[in-house]
């Protein structure tokens, strides 16, 4: 094409001196290369763009949002440009290094175009909730990190003249210090397939990490560090690696069951414990919940005491009711007949080892929400009740003896 438009030149009574046709040259490329770029730019993607973000794809849509199409444009307008420089102008150094400039320009708008890509199928897969099990920021992140690395080598081989090939065959030797410099992303990586084959964490679950001081949501699983909103509205960024090497609790399981356990205990003072008189039986036998079960325990303990000839009015001997027990069974009917407990979860009242403060009496049970705030409503509600019914039973709750008491012994 050089040879023709020589002959143009010449046939019109041009010099065909070689800086007049490599300056028409340069024209030429210029001119084509604006044209292009108004065409693919001002007309193509402006027309493409209004139909992806009228189209009911999700897909298509957040296309329309990444700067995809754009980068793939001035790829391909670099790949073009290096086209017409090797056609319309003679081999020159300087011919090659405006060449090895427009390889440089594909190369980094190609590897913006594939972290637009990457980008937006992260955005993908995070509006459909398919990100939640999944760690796909991390993956993403290491697949951005390998492409730069093999964009850097490509660009290192073409400013120096050499095969990538013998600057991948150097960083052989180099093995170790690249383990050094990257060694939180490949430990992240690790750890990321980890935590999403054996379903550990997933974004949104509740995560508990003292040793870091993570206590809330997590908001983003990365590369190298996981993010955490705790509950007083702070982030706790912490290594992920960390997730693998080190323990952690997971609260996602008690959100899925849909019940959160009560697990809390009220100190009975011990000297308030004794057998139930006649007059304190009749009394609770008011309860419309501990009617059937004085019944029951007054027919089987009289059944005991005639089978074995007790009729000695002293506690000493035979079975006896206490308010302890009585309490106790009280308690378990209470929560039973709670409509915000869970019955097809364990719900017990149990009594655990006397101490110094008492005898502990532990409820254990499970609501049927696992809303923080109802499920503190909950539990208050209930314990609320337990402090205030102890004294018809006689029993008092222990308490460590205040400033007032003391006060009050003085007197």
């Known amino acids: 094409m050089r040879e023709h438009l020589l002959q143009w030149l010449s046939s019109h009574g041009y010099s065909h001196s070689d800086l007049v046709v490599n300056i028409v040259m340069i024209g030429l490329i210029i001119l084509t ?27 298509l849509n957040i296309l329309s949002q990444q700067k995809l199409f ?14 017409q420089l090797r056609i319309w102008l003679p081999a020159s150094e300087w011919r090659e290094g405006l060449i090895t400039l427009t390889n440089i320009w594909c190369l980094v708008f190609g590897l913006l175009a594939i972290f637009a890509l990457l980008d937006t199928l992260q955005t993908y897969l995070f509006r459909r909730n398919l990100a939640q ?17 093999g964009i850097v080598i490509l660009l290192i081989s073409l400013l120096l003249g050499q095969s990538p090939l013998i600057l991948l065959s150097g960083l052989g030797a180099m093995t170790a210090v690249l383990m050094l410099v990257f060694k939180d992303p490949i430990l ?4 990321g397939i980890q935590l999403s084959a054996n379903r550990m964490l997933n974004i949104g679950d509740w995560l508990e990490m003292p040793k870091y001081g993570a206590d809330g949501s997590v908001t983003d699983i990365g590369l190298t560090t996981v993010k955490v909103q705790n509950w007083d509205n702070t982030v706790t960024t912490l290594p992920t690696y960390a997730l693998i090497s080190d323990s952690f609790k997971n609260w996602r399981h008690m959100s899925e069951s849909g019940g959160r356990r009560i697990k809390r205990a009220v100190y009975i ?40 000839h007790i009729d000695n009015p002293s506690y000493l001997n035979g079975r006896h009711l206490t308010n302890l027990g009585t309490f106790r069974a009280y308690l378990q009917q209470y929560l039973e007949n709670n409509r ?10 149990r009594q655990l080892d006397a101490g110094d403060k008492g005898i502990p009496l532990e409820i254990y049970c499970f609501t049927n929400t696992v809303v923080w705030a109802e499920y503190e409503g909950i539990q208050a509600d209930i ?19 205040s400033g007032y008491d003391l006060q009050g012994m003085g007197k």
């Open 383 to 401: 314990f609320d009740h337990i402090f205030a019914v102890a004294g018809e039973f006689g029993l008092r709750i222990y308490q460590a003896p």
């Open 133 to 149: 099990h999944f760690p796909v920021r991390g993956l993403v992140q290491t697949i951005k990190l390998l492409a730069s690395i």
């Open 70 to 83: 754009s980068n793939l444009a001035l790829t391909i307008q670099g790949v073009l440009l290096a086209v």
């Open 269 to 308: 003072d011990s000297n308030s414990v004794h057998f139930l008189s006649a007059a304190e039986i009749a009394h609770l036998r008011q309860s419309r919940l501990l009617t059937d079960y004085l019944d029951t325990r007054q027919a089987s303990i009289r059944e005991f005491n005639e089978a074995n």
């Open 340 to 349: 915000h407990i869970r019955k097809d979860m364990t719900l017990m009242v």
């Open 33 to 59: 290369t604006l044209l292009l770029h108004a065409f693919i730019h001002y007309g193509l993607f402006r027309f493409l763009g209004k139909r992806l973000q009228a189209s009911k794809l999700l897909f």
């Open 188 to 191: 992240g990586l690790v750890a």
